[in-house]
């Protein structure tokens, strides 16, 4: 099992740029990682996903272009640079671990993922 605490998050003006980092509590080199955002009455939506080994990188049409997910194995962190920032990625951010035996689910699953973090919110102003 591991823990994930993302960090990173806060009020930026539109476009702007963050960068969230994932630190897992254990060796992550493992898990597929994931970022998911939740909006205000909105459901989970998916935004980024990496392998293992820092390859079969996927990403959410709506913020391809802009964001960048990479992870570094030996710090067991994940990140997630975005980058022109618009009022629309205001939501609150979650990092995700998901083991091999979940493999048979799309990265952008949220059952893909066995270990979730608390979240880390992000608002962009206009």
């Known amino acids: 099992q591991v823990q994930l605490i993302e960090s990173g998050g806060g009020l930026v003006q539109a476009g702007g740029s963050l960068r969230l980092s994932c630190a897992a509590s254990g060796r992550i080199s493992s898990y597929h990682m994931g970022w998911f955002r939740q909006a205000p009455g909105k459901d989970h939506e998916f935004v980024a996903s990496?392998?293992?080994?820092?390859?079969?990188?996927k990403y959410a049409d709506s913020v391809k272009g802009r964001f960048t997910i990479s992870r570094d194995n030996g710090k067991n962190r994940a990140y997630l640079e975005m980058n022109g920032l618009t009022p629309e990625d205001t939501a609150v951010y979650s990092c995700a671990a998901g083991e091999f035996r979940r493999a048979r689910y799309s990265a952008s699953e949220t059952a893909r993922y066995d270990y979730w973090g608390q979240g880390i919110q992000v608002t962009v102003s206009s």
């Open positions: 990496i392998g293992t080994s820092g390859g079969a990188i």
